[in-house]
């Protein structure tokens, strides 16, 4: 048997160095609505009806920005710990949503910041790469006309606070998964989990 490397908290806590420092490019100025106005399922009707949607019409792209900002917005500080939706290992969040816009809607990739409280449009810095990531959604989802959520991953955060930190990110994008279908199902929007990993899309903002 392989061995298992589990994640352990650190007895030496590094000091963390705070937020991604992301190629930021402008800042979005649009109203963005609170989605608990459109929700009218109870939580069992949103179980037991939530499914993947294959073929999606579009939606406006402020729908689903304040449905991400539902989810990763911080609820409340305690004890120095940020409060979201969404659990965390250690409350430390350290998943990012990035709105990959559909064609002709927006040309720049929005992320919501949950410690502003802001969407901001970020750089491209490989136009190439993320028209890579858009042949394979259309590969993956042929009839889906819509926007793609990429979750992206702060591995730093979690290794400040915890040995073997991996699991615990992947754990935290599975919560992130799990939320944005049922808020999406209670919003009566379409979802999809597409399986890829993302690496052409964060190589398209990075580099």
């Known amino acids: 048997m392989a061995d298992l490397t589990e994640p352990r908290p650190r007895i030496d806590m590094i000091v963390s160095a705070g937020d991604y420092e992301w ?20 939580f069992d009707n949103v179980a037991s009806t939530r ?23 911080f609820r409340s500080t305690e004890d120095k710990r940020h409060h979201k939706r969404i659990m965390s290992a250690g409350a430390i969040h350290p998943v ?35 028209g890579d990531t858009d042949n394979d959604v259309q590969t993956i989802l042929p009839d889906a006309d819509g926007h793609v959520v990429l979750l992206a991953g702060d591995k730093g955060r979690v290794e400040a606070r915890y040995v073997n930190p991996e699991s615990l990110l992947w754990r935290d994008a599975g919560v ?32």
């Open 23 to 42: 190629p930021i490019v402008g800042v979005w100025n649009s109203p963005v609505e609170d989605p608990k106005n459109v929700m009218k399922s109870s």
């Open 96 to 130: 990012y949503p990035i709105i990959l816009p559909k064609s002709g809607i927006n040309e720049q990739p929005i992320l919501y910041q949950a410690n502003h409280d802001t969407f901001v449009e970020l750089a491209i810095s490989n136009a190439s790469k993320l």
């Open 51 to 73: 499914k993947c949607c294959r073929a999606m019409e579009p939606m406006p792209l402020t729908d689903l920005m304040s449905l991400v900002r539902y989810i990763f917005a």
């Open 176 to 207: 992130a998964l799990q939320m944005l279908a049922l808020t999406s199902t209670a919003c009566g929007l379409g979802f999809c989990p597409l399986g890829i990993l993302g690496v052409d899309a964060l190589k398209g903002l990075l580099g």
